[in-house]
């Protein structure tokens, strides 16, 4: 099946520095997600993005839609120790059916105070 | 607004056991659905529902059962456990219309020994 290719697959930084991670896919979406995991939690979403090209922020989070529509970034800023968890990348294909939102297999970050 | 619930948390069954994982939302979604969660899978679909007494595949469906009897429920079934089954089950529901925010609910941790 469709498949979302999601990098890095974890991230060890220290406090205080920029991340960025991103999602490639094989075919074009029509939406692109990011959601966070916190440990022992379910995800929670950060960013939706709807149009290709389009960048939205969200405090020290900012992501992007691709102009190709096949790929997603998502950057923070000034990393802190609560930004700890997995980040996962979604998205959704052109007349698809609500069952075919798919998930990247999420980027583990792990910030040293 | 308790958004999705989910029960029980944590569950051990012995293989051939079967059991029932409940998933309750009071957001008034239409749709809701499940996944498991594995180590290095990330987020994989079970099954899905896109209105009260409708059902569809996902992914992953082999072994489990789903019913949506009511609009604000959707229960997951485990006929007879296997130890493949051990995860993470993750229930989730948004809205038919209005972009796609996915409310997760905060997991069930299921071993089968």
């Known amino acids: 099946g469709q498949q979302l290719n999601q990098s890095p697959q974890s991230m060890f930084i220290q406090e205080g520095e920029d991340v960025s991670m991103n999602c490639t896919s094989s075919s074009i979406f029509n939406t692109w997600l990011w959601y966070k995991q916190d440990p022992g939690e379910g995800p929670v979403l950060l960013i939706a993005l709807y149009k290709a090209g389009e960048l939205t922020s969200n405090g020290r989070l900012t992501a992007q839609f691709g102009i190709t529509r096949k790929d997603s970034f998502l950057n923070i800023s000034a990393s802190i120790p609560s930004d700890v968890g997995i980040y996962f990348c979604a998205g959704r294909n052109y007349g698809g059916s609500q069952g075919n939102l798919i998930f990247g297999k999420g980027t583990k970050l792990s910030v040293k105070p | 607004n308790a958004g999705v619930t989910q029960t029980p948390k944590f569950r051990v069954l012995k293989t051939g056991q079967s059991m029932t994982l409940l998933c309750a939302q009071d957001m008034n979604h239409e749709y809701m659905y499940w996944y498991r969660q594995d180590p290095g899978m990330g987020l994989r679909l079970i099954h899905y529902s896109v209105g009260e007494g409708t059902t569809a595949k996902g992914e992953v469906p082999d072994g489990y059962n789903v019913s949506r009897l009511k609009k604000q429920n959707f229960l997951l079934g485990l006929e007879s456990a296997a130890p493949s089954q051990t995860s993470v089950y993750f229930c989730?529901?948004?809205?038919?219309?209005?972009?796609?925010?996915?409310?997760f609910g905060s997991g069930t941790r299921l071993t089968v020994v």
């Open positions: 989730a529901s948004s809205p038919r219309t209005g972009g796609f925010g996915y409310t």
